[in-house]
Antibody, heavy 115, light 107 residues
């Protein structure tokens, strides 16, 4: 069974940093592109970042470019999102999701940026 | 970035109704379009990919059509569990972009 488990969210002050993780199981992680998608409270879905299966190709939304870094550890079946210089408008549930289009999703982890 | 214009933003329907949701892309995206269902507090669920292909395990009451710039999601007979929010997603290029969502509510 495909499973994606998101973790690492929490309350952080503006300007702070947080690192999200996504633990994958039930499929050959190294064969799949991976994504982060977020959803602000009461709002729609917003694509954040994607990374190719090997990690060679990386894409970011303009809203996070230069502040967020996506990475993966294929040996540990894990996906990461390093978030720096966090702002109030980064407050959202962050989901990791497999493939293109994203077919399996994690349960999400809530990031709250507030002083 | 490609803009996805989804309509309507909300609709009211009854169990058994036929429901249609549309998405228009600001440029040709071939058939690189997916449809998602999201229930409150849950992660999105992929229903349709490649504009018209039914994801494994998804009931056949869901269907998708279209190519180029105009796309449609149809629910042929609304079931109680289908009251949810639906989103389209273009994955033709980056940034991937979602429609604004359509909330399907009980009439």
């Amino acid at each position: 069974e495909v499973q994606l488990v998101d973790s690492g969210g929490g309350l952080v002050k503006p300007g702070g940093s947080l690192r999200l993780s996504c633990a994958a199981s039930g499929f050959t992680f190294v064969s799949y592109n991976m994504n982060w998608v977020r959803q602000a409270p009461g709002k729609g879905l917003e694509w954040v970042s994607s990374i190719s299966s090997s990690g060679s190709y990386i894409f970011y939304a303009d809203s996070v470019k230069g502040r967020f870094t996506i990475s993966r550890d294929n040996a540990k079946n894990s996906l990461f999102l390093q978030m720096n210089s966090l702002r109030a408008d980064d407050t959202a549930v962050y989901y990791c999701a497999r493939s293109l289009p994203p077919d399996y999703w994690g349960q999400g982890t809530l990031v709250t940026v507030s002083s | 970035a490609i803009q996805m214009t989804q309509s309507p933003s909300s609709l009211s329907a009854s169990v058994g109704d036929r429901v249609t949701i549309t998405c228009r892309a600001s440029q040709d995206i071939r058939n690189d379009l997916g449809w998602y269902q999201q229930r409150p507090g849950k992660a999105p669920k992929l229903l349709i990919y490649a504009a018209s292909s039914l994801e494994s395990g998804v009931p056949s009451i869901f269907s998708g059509s279209g190519s180029g710039t105009d796309f449609t999601l149809t629910i042929s007979s609304l079931q109680p569990e289908d009251f949810a929010t639906y989103y389209c997603l273009q994955y033709y290029n980056y940034p991937q972009t979602f429609g604004q969502g359509t909330k399907v509510e009980v009439k």
